[in-house]
């Protein structure tokens, strides 16, 4: 076995070994730099697995006594289905109540990217954000939902191109207070709902 660490091995060779096993030419002139490209972007996507959620969040921790629930909704979020190697894309809404503690804004996002960008299903992320969220902030609870449109179910397989997966992530007063729960879902899709 090769001493080469995995995350340095060139992976524009395989995809030129994938394009001759598609019975493609990589030598003719619009598929020339493919190999090269598609190794970019493929690490691109993946960058998620030389982050942590420490590196993400930084010193962007604040003592504040706030009490009641914030939500960032829609979040964007873009993944690989860690099955067919085809993306997943969608929205997260991740809700907490602070304990003591309140995270800036914007790390709610950097979480999720930190997750999303690992080839990956829609509920271990969903469950990972959570879990990040609980041991970073440490709050009261914190509640999680996605919602992404997958292409290995929309331009293959069953092919059913405006089917959504929902999941969703429960951690503390969100599980055990249902008030709490119908609150994050309400202000989680309500806009939405009534948008339709």
């Not at 995350?7 to 619009?30: H, K, M, S, T, W």
């Not at 960032?72 to 809700?95: K, N, W």
């Not at 990217?113 to 969903?126: G, N």
Request: hydrophobic share 45%; charged share 25%; with cysteine.
């Amino acid at each position: 076995m090769s001493n080469t660490p995995v995350a340095d091995l060139p992976l524009a060779p395989q995809v030129r070994a994938l394009l001759v096993g598609l019975r493609e030419d990589p030598d003719r002139p619009g598929l020339l730099k493919t190999p090269e490209r598609v190794e970019a972007s493929l690490r691109w996507m993946t960058r998620g697995y030389a982050q942590t959620v420490e590196e993400a969040v930084g010193d962007a921790l604040f003592e504040e006594a706030h009490e009641s629930m914030i939500l960032v909704r829609d979040i964007e979020f873009y993944s690989l289905c860690e099955h067919h190697l085809l993306p997943f894309f969608g929205v997260a809404h991740v809700a907490y109540i602070p304990d003591g503690r309140i995270l800036g804004l914007s790390k709610l996002p950097r979480i999720v990217d930190v997750f999303a960008r690992r080839l990956q299903v829609q509920e271990r992320l969903t469950d990972q954000v959570a879990q990040a969220v609980m041991d970073v902030v440490t709050p009261k609870g914190v509640g999680v939902v996605l919602e992404a449109s997958h292409l290995c179910m929309m331009m293959r397989g069953v092919e059913k191109q405006r089917s959504r997966t929902v999941t969703s992530a429960l951690r503390g007063i969100f599980t055990s207070d249902p008030k709490t729960r119908a609150e994050f879902l309400r202000l989680a899709h309500g806009t939405r709902a009534e948008a339709e």
